[in-house]
Each structure stands twice: as C-alpha cells, then as structure tokens.
C-alpha cells in the first residue's frame, strides 16, 4: 500500500493566491450574507484550503446599509456592550446603529463568524465595508459575485 497518497496537504504562502471579490449586500439577510463572506475570507471554498493560514480572498461589501433582517429584528434585536465600570451596560439597537455606523451590522456579523483567535484578526482585515453602492478599490480590479 502507498502511503505517500495519505499525506494531508497544507498550503504554502507561495501557493496562495488572493483574488479581490466584490459582494452587493442590498436586500440580502444578514445572517446568510454574513456566513458566506465569512466562507470565502476564510478560504474554505478553495481546493488549497489550510485551516492555520489565511488562505481566503478579499472581500468588498458593497450597499451595507440596505441589508435586511427578518422578522422584529430590526427593532427587538440588542447589541451589548459594557464600559468597563458598575453599571455601565448599554443597549443598541440596529435601527440605531444603521443611523450611527452603517457598516456596523455587516463587520459585526462577519466578525462573529470568524475564529476567535490570531488568525480570524488577521482574516478580517481583508474585508472591506461600505454603505454606498460606490467602493474606493477600483485598482485592485474586483470580480462581483452573486449570491
């Protein structure tokens, strides 16, 4: 029996190859959008996929205000967060974050996604959040996908 065929690949950084990928997230739930960028940052799409390396494409949201949320969610739904002292809990809404930061909903729910580790910080700065239709990468030459 061969056991040269059983040996597990793993990616070398000469080997990984990044493509830049634009993603319209107008009308898209947030949840699905989120996990399927968080697939493709990842790099669990390509044949060459290594688990401790960042092998994922990078990716531009663009029209990240528009994107939905099903059911009440948009008003029932609470982010936390916490100051540091007694007492200094604090409720946010999307509504009110849409209005504060429209690119937060996006990057948070990517961001949750994403391992929780060295690896999953170094992952997120390959994405790219905006609110309008408009992105300022156009000199990378992104490929837009659907979803």
């Known amino acids: 029996m061969k056991t040269e065929s059983f040996k597990t690949y793993s990616a070398k950084p000469g080997d ?37 390396m960042d092998t994922g494409d990078n990716v531009i949201v663009i029209n990240a205000e528009k994107v939905s ?13 916490h100051s540091g002292y007694p007492g200094g809990t604090s409720f946010t809404t999307p509504v009110e974050m849409l209005k504060k930061d429209p690119t937060f909903l996006v990057r948070n729910a990517v961001k949750g996604m994403l391992p929780k580790n060295r690896l999953g910080r170094k992952i ?24």
């Open 16 to 52: 990984i190859r990044k493509k830049w990928l634009v993603i319209d997230a107008e009308g898209q739930p947030l949840g699905r959008l989120g996990s399927k960028v968080a697939s493709i940052l990842r790099g669990k799409l390509k044949p060459e996929y290594t688990p401790h």
């Open 69 to 81: 949320l099903s059911g009440k969610k948009m008003q029932d739904k609470q982010y936390f967060r």
């Open 124 to 147: 997120l700065t390959n994405l790219r959040v905006f609110a309008g239709p408009e992105h300022t990468l156009v000199a990378q030459k992104p490929e837009k996908i659907e979803l």
